[in-house]
Protein backbone atom coordinates (compact mmCIF):
# COMPACT_ATOMS: atom_id res chain seq x y z
CA UNK A 1 0.00 0.00 0.00
CA UNK A 2 2.90 2.70 0.98
CA UNK A 3 4.29 1.68 -3.06
CA UNK A 4 1.27 2.65 -4.33
CA UNK A 5 1.14 5.29 -2.79
CA UNK A 6 4.58 6.35 -3.36
CA UNK A 7 3.46 6.02 -7.26
CA UNK A 8 0.32 7.86 -7.16
CA UNK A 9 2.32 11.08 -5.32
CA UNK A 10 5.08 10.63 -8.07
CA UNK A 11 2.05 10.51 -10.65
CA UNK A 12 0.39 13.46 -9.46
CA UNK A 13 3.81 15.25 -9.42
CA UNK A 14 4.43 14.30 -12.91
CA UNK A 15 0.86 16.11 -13.98
CA UNK A 16 1.66 19.08 -12.01
CA UNK A 17 4.73 19.43 -13.60
CA UNK A 18 3.07 18.84 -16.66
CA UNK A 19 0.95 21.71 -16.12
CA UNK A 20 3.23 23.75 -15.05
CA UNK A 21 5.59 23.44 -18.35
CA UNK A 22 2.31 23.30 -20.42
CA UNK A 23 1.52 27.27 -18.88
CA UNK A 24 4.40 28.57 -18.80
CA UNK A 25 5.03 28.02 -22.75
CA UNK A 26 1.49 29.38 -23.05
CA UNK A 27 2.54 32.62 -21.48
CA UNK A 28 5.82 32.75 -23.35
CA UNK A 29 3.88 31.98 -26.76
CA UNK A 30 1.49 35.22 -25.87
CA UNK A 31 3.99 37.14 -24.70
CA UNK A 32 5.96 37.15 -27.65
CA UNK A 33 2.84 37.14 -29.63
CA UNK A 34 2.10 40.92 -28.21
CA UNK A 35 5.82 42.00 -27.76
CA UNK A 36 5.46 43.77 -31.50
CA UNK A 37 2.01 45.55 -30.47
CA UNK A 38 3.90 46.64 -27.56
CA UNK A 39 6.61 48.21 -28.96
CA UNK A 40 4.98 49.96 -31.62
CA UNK A 41 2.67 51.41 -28.99
CA UNK A 42 5.61 52.42 -27.01
CA UNK A 43 6.56 55.12 -29.14
CA UNK A 44 2.98 56.60 -29.33
CA UNK A 45 2.78 56.96 -25.41
CA UNK A 46 3.97 60.35 -23.73
CA UNK A 47 6.21 60.74 -20.68
CA UNK A 48 7.19 63.55 -18.72
CA UNK A 49 10.94 64.75 -18.44
CA UNK A 50 11.85 66.36 -15.40
CA UNK A 51 15.20 65.76 -14.58
CA UNK A 52 18.33 67.29 -16.53
CA UNK A 53 21.93 68.42 -16.15
CA UNK A 54 22.90 71.97 -15.52
CA UNK A 55 25.77 73.08 -17.46
CA UNK A 56 27.27 76.19 -17.69
CA UNK A 57 28.66 77.31 -21.15
CA UNK A 58 28.00 76.67 -24.28
CA UNK A 59 25.26 73.00 -24.00
CA UNK A 60 27.36 70.34 -25.51
CA UNK A 61 26.25 67.11 -24.85
CA UNK A 62 29.78 65.99 -23.58
CA UNK A 63 29.69 68.25 -20.64
CA UNK A 64 26.73 66.39 -18.77
CA UNK A 65 29.47 63.47 -17.92
CA UNK A 66 30.55 63.82 -14.35
CA UNK A 67 27.78 66.48 -13.16
CA UNK A 68 24.82 65.12 -11.17
CA UNK A 69 20.91 64.71 -12.57
CA UNK A 70 19.17 66.85 -10.89
CA UNK A 71 15.15 68.24 -11.16
CA UNK A 72 16.34 71.81 -10.07
CA UNK A 73 18.51 73.77 -12.31
CA UNK A 74 21.00 76.50 -11.11
CA UNK A 75 21.01 80.35 -13.50
CA UNK A 76 23.34 82.60 -12.64
CA UNK A 77 24.06 85.66 -13.82
CA UNK A 78 27.97 85.79 -12.35
CA UNK A 79 28.95 82.45 -13.81
CA UNK A 80 27.63 82.90 -17.25
CA UNK A 81 26.38 84.18 -20.44
CA UNK A 82 25.03 80.57 -20.83
CA UNK A 83 24.03 77.77 -19.69
CA UNK A 84 21.17 75.36 -19.72
CA UNK A 85 19.53 72.62 -18.68
CA UNK A 86 20.23 69.14 -20.80
CA UNK A 87 17.81 66.24 -20.83
CA UNK A 88 18.86 62.99 -21.39
CA UNK A 89 18.86 62.31 -25.39
CA UNK A 90 16.14 59.92 -26.90
CA UNK A 91 17.20 56.71 -29.05
CA UNK A 92 14.10 57.32 -30.76
CA UNK A 93 12.07 60.38 -32.14
CA UNK A 94 10.44 62.57 -29.79
CA UNK A 95 7.87 65.12 -30.41
CA UNK A 96 7.30 67.96 -27.84
CA UNK A 97 3.98 68.38 -26.38
CA UNK A 98 3.80 70.79 -23.65
CA UNK A 99 6.63 72.71 -21.18
CA UNK A 100 6.48 74.18 -18.09
CA UNK A 101 8.36 75.83 -15.31
CA UNK A 102 8.38 76.71 -11.47
CA UNK A 103 10.57 78.99 -10.23
CA UNK A 104 11.43 78.04 -6.87
CA UNK A 105 13.23 80.91 -6.21
CA UNK A 106 14.81 83.67 -7.48
CA UNK A 107 16.70 86.29 -5.98
CA UNK A 108 19.34 89.29 -6.91
CA UNK A 109 19.29 91.12 -10.08
CA UNK A 110 21.44 91.88 -13.39
CA UNK A 111 20.80 94.92 -15.33
CA UNK A 112 20.37 93.59 -18.74
CA UNK A 113 17.58 90.72 -19.78
CA UNK A 114 18.19 86.78 -18.57
CA UNK A 115 16.37 84.88 -21.39
CA UNK A 116 14.87 81.22 -21.23
CA UNK A 117 14.24 79.74 -24.18
CA UNK A 118 13.90 75.99 -25.07
CA UNK A 119 15.73 74.51 -27.57
CA UNK A 120 16.84 71.41 -29.74
CA UNK A 121 20.82 70.93 -30.16
CA UNK A 122 22.97 68.34 -31.61
CA UNK A 123 25.53 66.76 -29.83
CA UNK A 124 28.04 69.53 -30.37
CA UNK A 125 25.81 71.83 -29.09
CA UNK A 126 24.42 73.24 -32.61
CA UNK A 127 21.02 74.48 -32.22
CA UNK A 128 18.60 72.90 -34.39
CA UNK A 129 14.99 73.89 -33.32
CA UNK A 130 13.61 76.52 -31.14
CA UNK A 131 10.97 74.97 -29.30
CA UNK A 132 10.18 77.69 -27.34
CA UNK A 133 11.23 81.21 -27.70
CA UNK A 134 13.25 83.03 -25.26
CA UNK A 135 10.68 84.72 -22.29
CA UNK A 136 12.51 87.10 -19.47
CA UNK A 137 13.57 84.67 -16.85
CA UNK A 138 13.66 88.01 -14.29
CA UNK A 139 9.74 88.92 -15.05
CA UNK A 140 8.05 85.81 -14.52
CA UNK A 141 6.14 84.88 -11.20
CA UNK A 142 7.76 82.77 -8.37
CA UNK A 143 6.09 79.88 -6.69
CA UNK A 144 3.77 79.07 -9.33
CA UNK A 145 3.31 76.23 -12.60
CA UNK A 146 4.01 78.75 -15.62
CA UNK A 147 2.97 76.99 -19.07
CA UNK A 148 6.20 78.02 -21.66
CA UNK A 149 5.22 79.11 -24.96
CA UNK A 150 5.99 76.41 -27.96
CA UNK A 151 6.56 76.31 -31.24
CA UNK A 152 3.62 76.06 -33.28
CA UNK A 153 5.41 74.86 -36.24
CA UNK A 154 5.46 70.76 -36.13
CA UNK A 155 8.88 70.42 -37.03
CA UNK A 156 10.63 72.73 -34.89
CA UNK A 157 8.80 70.49 -31.91
CA UNK A 158 10.88 66.80 -32.80
CA UNK A 159 13.72 65.60 -31.08
CA UNK A 160 15.26 63.58 -33.22
CA UNK A 161 18.58 60.65 -32.50
CA UNK A 162 21.53 62.49 -31.66
CA UNK A 163 19.65 65.63 -30.87
CA UNK A 164 18.91 66.23 -27.17
CA UNK A 165 16.76 69.12 -25.64
CA UNK A 166 17.50 71.62 -23.56
CA UNK A 167 16.35 74.77 -21.35
CA UNK A 168 18.66 77.65 -22.11
CA UNK A 169 19.69 80.30 -20.15
CA UNK A 170 21.36 83.25 -21.57
CA UNK A 171 22.70 87.12 -20.70
CA UNK A 172 22.08 90.17 -22.96
CA UNK A 173 25.08 91.47 -21.93
CA UNK A 174 28.80 90.23 -19.69
CA UNK A 175 28.18 88.03 -16.42
CA UNK A 176 26.94 90.67 -13.84
CA UNK A 177 24.82 91.09 -11.03
CA UNK A 178 23.89 88.85 -8.77
CA UNK A 179 20.96 87.18 -10.13
CA UNK A 180 20.39 83.30 -8.87
CA UNK A 181 17.26 81.66 -10.69
CA UNK A 182 16.61 78.23 -9.44
CA UNK A 183 13.14 76.70 -11.55
CA UNK A 184 12.00 72.84 -11.70
CA UNK A 185 11.32 72.00 -15.68
CA UNK A 186 8.79 69.40 -16.58
CA UNK A 187 8.27 68.49 -20.63
CA UNK A 188 5.67 66.44 -22.14
CA UNK A 189 7.01 64.06 -24.99
CA UNK A 190 5.46 61.71 -27.50
Keep these: MYKRFRINIRLLLFGVAACVVLLVGSLVAIKAE ?3 MAASNATNTSETWSLGVTVEGPPIYSAIVGRLVSDVAAFRSFRATE ?17 SFYL ?37 PVGVWTPFPIST ?4 L ?17 TSGNLDARPLFEVTVQ
Excluded at 83 to 99: C, D, G, N
Excluded at 158 to 174: H, K, N, Q, W
Design 34 to 36: SAP
Design 83 to 99: AATIFPAPATARTVQSA
Design 104 to 140: LSRTGTYSGTANLSLVIYDYAGTIQHTVGAPINLQTQ
Design 153 to 156: VPDD
Design 158 to 174: VISPGEFLAFRFTLSSI
